[in-house]
């Protein structure tokens, strides 16, 4: 067989599984850390750990500086989604592509800033309008809201000596008051947390105004700049959502 007939046969293996997002829907990538349970109680402070928190800002920032046109990223956990702006086509949205790098960009620069493998996997969500946007980015951040009290009740049991399977059980079924006491109980204010742990932060980009001097005149000129802005005081909730849709309007706004 001729080598083209060959490639070409070859090469329809492999676009055998490709598909396509459709460019009209609004797109996100989440990406999660894979085996972060265990990467974290090696390398880090329970439950929420800062240097853990500055190594997943950086990352985001990483991806939005990657090729991609992104609008906005944000990161709670383990876990970053990414808003993608409607007028990016990179790789014309074919999956496989947007998986794979995503998750490699992530991985690699996350090793890096660690020191060790770490890996993230990633998935796409396609958005058929800007109310699943905000429903979307309101689930992410609620999603964070309970895993971020029931972590700090759980991990105060533990650091008072309880067992795994009894922190467990104790905490099981148990409401916001009941949860928050408990905290008390151990001279934890969960309202005085930093608001990244609740709340999580967002990576945007914003333009600002710049002035230097022109070395050829020696005028005053000014310029715009889009510079990525990192927002840790997030509004909760619904309200959430909405600042990402403003983010999006503003993006769109300034095409």
Same mark, same amino acid.
């Given at each position: ?92 949205? /074919? &999956?496989?592509? !947007?998986? +794979? ?11 890096? *800033?660690? #020191? =060790? ?61 009941? /949860? &928050?006491?408990? !905290?008390? +109980? ?11 742990? *609740?709340? #999580? =932060? ?54």
């Amino acid at each position: 067989m001729e080598f083209e007939a060959f490639d070409r046969k070859m090469r329809a293996c492999e676009k055998a599984l490709d598909s396509y997002i459709d460019p009209k829907l609004f797109l996100c990538a989440r990406l999660d850390g894979r085996g972060f349970s265990n990467l974290t109680e090696r390398n880090f402070k329970k439950p929420y750990d800062e240097r853990f928190y500055r190594y997943m800002t950086e990352t985001v920032r990483h991806l939005m500086n990657c090729g991609f046109n992104i609008i906005a990223g944000y990161t709670q956990s383990d876990e970053i989604s990414l808003l993608f702006h409607p007028a990016d086509n990179t790789y014309n949205h /074919k &999956t496989r592509k !947007l998986i +794979s790098v995503l998750a490699g960009e992530a991985s690699g620069f996350f090793s890096l *800033k660690l #020191g =060790a493998p770490a890996a993230f996997d990633c998935r796409l969500i396609p958005l058929e309008n800007q109310k699943a946007v905000k429903d979307y980015f309101s689930w992410r951040q609620t999603d964070l809201l309970r895993n971020s009290l029931d972590s700090c009740c759980y991990y105060a049991l533990l650091s008072d000596g309880m067992d795994y399977l009894s922190a467990t059980k104790k905490l099981e079924g148990r409401d916001v008051p009941f /949860k &928050t006491e408990l !905290l008390s +109980s151990y001279g934890i204010d969960y309202n005085a947390l930093p608001s990244w742990q *609740k709340y #999580g =932060a967002v990576l945007h980009y914003e333009r600002t105004e710049k002035t230097a001097i022109n070395q050829k005149t020696g005028e005053h000129v000014t310029f715009c700049r889009r510079e990525l802005t990192l927002t840790e005081e997030l509004p909760a909730g619904e309200k959430f959502g909405e600042y990402i849709l403003s983010l999006m309007e503003a993006a769109l706004s300034q095409a």
